[in-house]
């Protein structure tokens, strides 16, 4: 079972600052199936981007993933106000399809 | 547009059941599938399972096998988790979430599952 573990736990940032949030797979993973999430306090999770650049509907261009065998990252160039929120990794390549625990982008 | 709207809060007690629904709407419901994810209060995402709307095969998470069942009814754009056997650690909020060949492209608002005597 593939473990994903996303750093930091917590990233303070002020708006305006880029965002820099980091997945960690326990084995060498496509990029084709890292999806991301963002999920604010009592939403549903939605998607940002499905892996390889392919980002979810209506994503603005601020958001950018990359990154290949273990290492992705999630890069928020300017954070815009609503971009405070908590975001999931998620391997979807293989079973089960497991997800980080998290980061949670705060004001500073 | 696509929605996913699932079945209200329950309230069990422990060893009872529960079925949680995920009515869809705004695309053709057997073109995709349907993945169950659940969190706990506080807490962070995690994946139950899949269901293949077209031909009902699922792929459960180990953790669940044996006790959830998920289902689907075609004739209502519906689709169905049932758990068994519940314990207190089994409250969180269960979501659907539509799946083609990008996970999780539109979720429902989740149902709130809380498990107490």
């Known amino acids: 079972e593939i473990v994903l573990t996303q750093s930091p736990g917590t990233l303070s940032l002020s708006p305006g600052e880029r965002a820099t949030l980091s997945c960690r797979a326990s084995q060498s993973l496509s990029s084709s199936y890292l999806a991301w999430y963002q999920q604010k306090p009592g939403q549903s999770p939605r998607p940002i981007s499905f892996?390889?650049?392919r980002r979810a509907t209506g994503i603005p261009d601020r958001f950018t993933d990359s990154g290949s065998g273990t290492d992705f990252t999630l890069t928020i160039s300017r954070l815009e106000p609503e971009d405070f929120a908590v975001y999931f990794c998620?391997?979807?390549?293989?079973?089960?399809?497991?997800f980080g625990q998290g980061t949670k982008v705060e004001i500073k | 547009q696509v929605q996913l709207v699932q079945s209200g809060a329950e309230v069990k007690k422990p060893g009872a059941s529960v079925k949680v629904s995920c009515k869809a709407s705004g695309y053709t419901f057997i073109n995709y599938g349907i993945s169950w994810v659940r969190q706990a209060p506080g807490q962070g995402l995690e994946w139950m399972g899949w269901?293949?709307?077209?031909?009902?095969?699922?792929d459960y998470a180990q953790k669940f096998q044996g006790r959830v069942t998920m289902t689907t009814d075609t004739s209502t754009s519906t689709a169905y988790m049932e758990m068994r056997s519940l314990r207190s650690d089994d409250t969180a909020m269960y979501y659907c979430?539509?799946?083609?060949?990008?996970?999780?492209?539109?979720w429902g608002q989740g149902t709130l599952v809380i498990v107490s005597s």
């Open positions: 269901i293949s709307v077209y031909n009902g095969n699922t």
């Open positions: 979430a539509r799946e083609g060949s990008r996970p999780g492209d539109s």
């Open positions: 892996g390889a650049s």
């Open positions: 998620q391997y979807y390549g293989s079973s089960p399809r497991t």
